[in-house]
Every structure is written in structure tokens, then in C-alpha cells.
């Protein structure tokens, strides 16, 4: 899968080489480009924003450089990722589909946001999602767009050892997964619940269903039809 991202931070994105993401990017499963906005500019000053039309405070980026940044970009698979509070939410369903994408450019926004003329000129030949991560507001574009691309390329075949700890997450059933422990048994006062020592695989799968479905009710109950 590749992923470019479009930003006017590019050392946001230098943890990208850390962790299973950067293990990801050396065995070839993820490829990944980071491009400055500025770099699209023509001005002594790199300009990338200006006053909002219609008045009101802060700035907004100038539709010309993400146009010349994005039309080096999209090609016609991609997918145009617009992070935004006011774009469709986030869900692990979201990322299971992008998931099964070749390529997603990122549009880092900062200040009011992007001219919303660019979501709606590439829409007329490429597929242009806006997206939101969760119903606050941001700075910029970046730490959303770095959430996102953990979510969706832990779900790339081969991403992490066991494919199994995808399967059994939150979220993945529609449902908060049951509380984990391991070793010592015994911590602070606080004992690890016998049925996971017991070796009765039965019973402990019963008893994550049921700590999964208590879970879900009591703390987010919005999940439960
Ligand atoms: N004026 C915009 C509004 O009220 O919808 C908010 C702009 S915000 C200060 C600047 C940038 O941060 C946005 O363009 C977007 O890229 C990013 N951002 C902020 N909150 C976000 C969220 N919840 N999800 C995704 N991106 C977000």
C-alpha cells in the first residue's frame, strides 16, 4: 500500500519510522511519501493561506498550492483523505476499508482549514473522502492523519505477528473487547479473576463475551442496537 502525505509539518511524520510502522515500511508492506505544502508555492514567503471570503477570524489555505501538490499525487485509484471535524467519522469499518486500498493521499489542513473548493475539484475525478476522528477539534491535519494510518495499516495483511489480535479488538465485533492480564497473578492487592488460570477455555471464552457485552453497556452504550 502507499501513502503520501501532504503537510505544511513534515517532521510530524518522522515517528513514522518507529515502531511496526517503520518495521512495516523496511519489509516493503507499506510505502510511504512526505511532502511540504510550501513546496507548491511561488512566493518569497511560501504562502499557503490567506483571510477568510465573507470575513471571520483565522486563516484559510489557498486552494493553488494543494492543487499543484495533489495533482503530482492522485492517480485514478487514490483515494483523497481530507481530515476534518466536520467530515464522516472514523471507525475501525472505515479503516478496514481504506485497508483494502492501494493508494491514500493525505491533505494536512491547519488554521480554518482547506478552500473548499479542492475536496470539491478532485471529486470530479477522484473518489474524496473528508474525515473526522472523533468530535473535538485539532490544530491541524497531521495527528489525525497519523491516527488514521495506524488504524489502517495494522489491518494490512502481514502488519502484525498474530493476526489473531486483530480479530479479537474492540470495535472489530462492534463490541469494547474484555479487560486483559498477565503475569503475576497477584499485584498491589489485586488478583488477576481465577476463570483466566483456570485452563478452561469454555469458560473463558464465556467470561470475555460477557465482560465484553457489560463493558459495552456501561461505558458505551451508543454501540449496542
Ligand atoms: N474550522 C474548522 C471547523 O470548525 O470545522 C476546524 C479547523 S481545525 C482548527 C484545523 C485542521 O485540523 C482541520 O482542517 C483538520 O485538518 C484538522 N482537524 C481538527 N480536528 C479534527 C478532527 N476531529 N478530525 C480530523 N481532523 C481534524
Given at each position: 500500500m502507499r501513502l503520501d502525505v501532504v503537510t505544511i509539518?513534515?517532521?510530524?511524520?518522522?515517528?513514522?519510522?518507529?515502531s511496526l510502522l517503520g518495521k512495516a515500511r523496511e519489509r516493503g508492506l507499506l510505502d510511504i511519501g512526505v511532502h511540504d505544502l510550501r513546496d507548491f508555492t511561488h512566493d518569497r514567503h511560501r504562502t499557503v493561506d490567506d483571510t477568510p471570503y465573507g470575513g471571520g477570524a483565522g486563516m484559510v489555505m489557498k486552494p493553488e498550492p494543494w492543487g499543484e501538490a495533489l495533482d503530482g499525487l492522485l492517480q485514478p485509484e487514490s483515494i483523497l483523505v481530507i481530515p476534518s471535524p466536520a467530515g464522516e467519522r472514523f471507525t475501525q469499518g472505515v479503516a478496514r476499508e481504506f485497508a483494502t486500498e492501494s493508494h491514500l493521499v493525505f491533505a494536512c489542513g491547519r488554521y480554518e482549514g482547506i478552500d473548499h473548493r479542492v475536496g470539491e475539484h478532485f471529486a470530479r475525478e477522484h473518489r474524496v473522502r473528508s474525515v473526522s476522528i472523533g468530535d473535538y477539534v485539532l490544530n491541524g491535519g497531521e495527528v489525525a492523519t497519523m491516527a488514521m494510518i495506524e488504524a489502517i495499516s495494522?489491518?494490512?495483511?502481514?502488519?502484525?505477528?498474530?493476526?489473531e489480535s486483530i480479530v479479537e479488538e474492540s470495535h472489530e465485533d462492534g463490541l469494547l473487547e474484555a479487560p486483559a492480564y498477565t503475569k503475576p497473578a497477584q499485584w498491589r492487592g489485586l488478583s488477576v479473576p481465577p476463570v483466566l488460570m483456570s485452563g478452561n477455555h469454555g469458560a473463558i471464552r464465556q467470561w470475555r463475551a460477557d465482560q465484553s457485552m457489560e463493558r459495552t453497556r456501561s461505558i458505551r452504550p451508543d454501540l449496542l442496537p
Open positions: 509539518f513534515p517532521a510530524f511524520f518522522d515517528v513514522l519510522d518507529v495494522r489491518l494490512i495483511p502481514g502488519m502484525v505477528g498474530n493476526p
